[in-house]
């Protein structure tokens, strides 16, 4: 059977002298070293350290959404918004993109580049250049000009370790 963080923090306590054999960490302990561990593995993430893949991932465009948001109860739905979007792609189609589909790159802008738009509501079928504002709970994303086709969406964004419970 998999190992839980229980066990590894029994593990570990008994290894540096803290506990005997056949003996468990009381509760309290427990919660504390599971809060450490979530710091640790939280300062990984944040340095990339953690990260163990770059995912691929293509969403369906609404046309004339704005803006398009990512997270939980986001447009596009996913556990939790990611941190940065690193890349994005349009696919040239508006059904599922297949190995045979055309995607055009979307240059990846900062906040000031996105201040500067004198017409950020500007529609257009095809999008050339994307925002990104990682809010909680969920991420903005905001295309320029606005998607007015329902294309799909390419993202690639990392895969982080996960927070640890017992």
């Not at 056949?22 to 504390?32: A, K, N, R």
């Not at 000031?112 to 095809?126: D, F, G, N, V």
Request: charged share 15%; with cysteine.
């Amino acid at each position: 059977p998999m190992a839980t963080w229980a066990d590894i923090l029994n593990d570990a306590a008994m290894e540096i002298g803290v506990l005997a054999a056949g003996e468990t960490l009381v509760s309290d302990i427990q919660t504390f070293l599971l809060g450490k561990a979530n710091r640790i593995l939280d300062l990984w993430n944040a340095q990339r350290c953690a990260v163990y893949a770059d995912v691929f991932t293509n969403y369906a465009l609404t046309a004339n959404l704005h803006p398009h948001t990512i997270g939980p109860t986001g447009t596009f739905v996913v556990t939790q918004r990611p941190v940065t979007i690193d890349t994005a792609d349009l696919a040239l189609t508006t059904s599922t993109p297949t190995a045979s589909t055309v995607f055009t790159p979307i240059t990846i802008r900062d906040a000031q580049w996105w201040a500067e738009r004198s017409i950020p509501r500007l529609a257009s079928a095809i999008p050339t250049d994307l925002y990104y504002d990682p809010l909680w709970s969920n991420g903005s994303l905001y295309f320029w000009p606005v998607p007015s086709t329902a294309y799909y969406v390419r993202l690639q964004t990392r895969q982080y370790l996960a927070q640890v419970a017992t």
